[in-house]
């Protein structure tokens, strides 16, 4: 069932009405939360033996819509009803436990809902659906909560994490967020802290034993708690093995083509660029990447449940550094230059490669940001670009820094911490444009299998380049979690899924 808008012109607007018993018929209700003033009508459709009957329902009354009053950074404890019964815009989530629908005179919530008279009320990618309705007269109310900035100390007691310090192994960040990592971390389990684009972050390092989450049939592992509280996973398949086969969802190409700096771009820009304005032409966010693609059709599968799409959080982004810098890997004094490199063919090292490979100093912080942070439509950082066809897609790549401060290091092998799955997979970090064979111009960092677990900084993102796609995403600190999780591969962070 889905609500239509009505031909304001004539002010009419017919309905049919079903007569007779219809017995089992559940109903879908669908509206768009981004509603605007406008009449609806309820039409539907079922089908009775070998025929059709069009109809419209009296079953059903979306009696009114409440939202938290206050604001993110300050919610009250208040609710207020919304002008209109317009559904709210912007950051709110629907508080599933004080909406209700009301069966006669029978007041039903939460789960008593569901489980008594088979309503169900879900937020699906800016939709409110409601099924199982079968009662007529049944009148429903809906209670929005306004979204909060998390903090990630709260997260970490949510978790109950516990945080190490330099003397027992974590890096040293400076102040501007950048750490200097010597070394490779094959023994210990750390929980260090750092700073990224929002605040404080709060990062696992080296062979973790509570880091991880379970949602539906898959397991992720905690990289990172994020600045704003959200908490940053990795895929790792259907099972606790880190170097099973399904740690990876597929192989394929970062993008099909790589005779341009355009290319490195997560989303890309016009090729063959050059004068006035021209990097910024190179790297405007117009066009997927072939590895986005990918990611858009596992966000669009089954791997996370539908009803926890909801508790992604689009605001906490991935950095695809696009900084460019002169061919030098010897110059520590090296300056940001859009006028000469990142451009064309132009011989160019990318942000993530001169730490990587220069200052020898790793962030969290994206040094572009308007430009490199892929966020959501809705975010308040970032670009706003992680979205195709208008459709937010809240999934992205880890980062070579990311890498390197979970416990890799130049290129030592480390087959130990935990992001080594013995496969290549990608990051989202450009390292450089060489002049070479088609495949090796534009390169993108990954890491490597076989033992190394190093990340490599030349391989060509083209047609023969196919490395795994471990989707990375973002859960909202506030998801709800099952009782008796302690992050271990026994007792794993397990999410709700009802």
């Known amino acids: 069932m889905k609500f239509e808008k009505l031909k304001e012109s004539n002010g009419k607007g ?11 018929v559940s109903l879908l209700i669908i509206f768009n939360l981004f509603l605007t003033k406008a009449k609806y009508k309820v ?27 206050g604001t993110n950074d300050n919610p009250l404890d208040t609710y207020k009803k919304v002008e209109n019964d317009l559904i709210p ?26 489980n008594k008279e088979g309503i169900n ?57 950048y750490a200097s990592i010597t070394s490779t971390e094959k023994t210990k389990s750390l929980l260090c802290e750092s700073k990224d684009d929002y605040g404080k972050t709060y990062y696992f390092r080296g062979v973790p034993t509570n880091n991880w989450v379970k949602i539906g049939e898959y397991y992720w ?62 790297h405007t966010n117009s066009t997927p990447s072939n590895i986005f693609n990918e990611l858009k059709k596992f966000y669009e599968g089954n791997t996370i449940p539908i009803n926890i799409k909801k508790y992604l959080d689009g605001e906490a982004g991935f950095c695809n550094d696009r900084t460019p810098y002169k061919y030098d890997e010897t110059d520590q004094n090296s300056k940001p230059d859009t006028s000469q490199y990142g451009i064309g063919t132009a011989a160019t090292h990318y942000g993530s490669l001169y730490r990587f490979r220069v200052t020898y ?20 950082k970032g670009n706003q670009a992680l979205n195709i066809d208008g459709m937010d897609i809240p999934v992205g790549l880890i980062t070579a820094d990311e890498v390197t401060f979970a416990g890799s290091y130049k290129l030592e092998k480390n087959a130990s911490y ?50 795994g796609v471990r989707p990375v995403i973002n859960l909202l600190s506030f998801t709800p979690l099952e009782e008796g999780g302690d992050g271990s591969t026994d007792h794993p962070f397990t999410v709700k899924l009802d």
Do not use: H
């Open 43 to 69: 039409v539907d459709s079922a089908k009775l033996v070998n025929s059709t009957i069009n109809y419209s329902s009296a079953d059903f009354s979306l009696i009114a819509i409440y939202l938290q009053e």
């Open 121 to 177: 009320i879900e937020v699906n990618n800016n939709t409110v659906d409601f099924t199982g309705i079968k009662q007529a007269g049944t009148k429903c109310y809906l209670y929005f909560d306004l979204m909060q900035p998390g903090n990630p100390d709260a997260t970490l007691k949510i978790l109950n994490l516990q945080v190490n310090n330099e003397e027992q192994g974590c890096p040293t960040t400076d102040a501007n967020g």
């Open 221 to 282: 592992q905690i990289v990172r708690i994020n600045g704003n509280g959200s908490i940053r996973l990795i895929y790792n398949g259907k099972s606790t093995n880190r170097t099973a086969s399904d740690t990876i969802i597929t192989k394929v190409p970062f993008n099909t083509s790589a005779d341009d700096n355009a290319y490195v771009g997560f989303k890309y820009g016009d090729i063959n660029q050059s004068g006035e304005n021209a990097y910024n032409k190179t």
């Open 361 to 380: 100093k790793m962030t969290f912080k994206c040094p572009q940001i308007d430009k490199d942070l892929f966020t959501t439509k809705e975010a308040e």
């Open 14 to 24: 017919s309905k049919m009405f079903l007569c007779g018993l219809i017995v089992g």
């Open 89 to 114: 815009t912007g950051k709110v989530l629907l508080n599933e436990e004080k909406s209700y629908c009301k069966v006669g005179e029978e007041e039903l919530k939460g789960k008593e809902v569901y």
């Open 418 to 467: 935990y992001l080594y799955n013995n496969q290549y997979y990608w990051t989202i970090s450009p390292s450089l444009y060489m002049n070479g064979s088609n495949d090796y111009k534009a390169n993108i960092f990954y890491v490597r299998n076989g033992g190394d677990g190093y990340l490599d900084a030349t391989t060509g993102i083209g047609l023969s380049g196919n490395n």
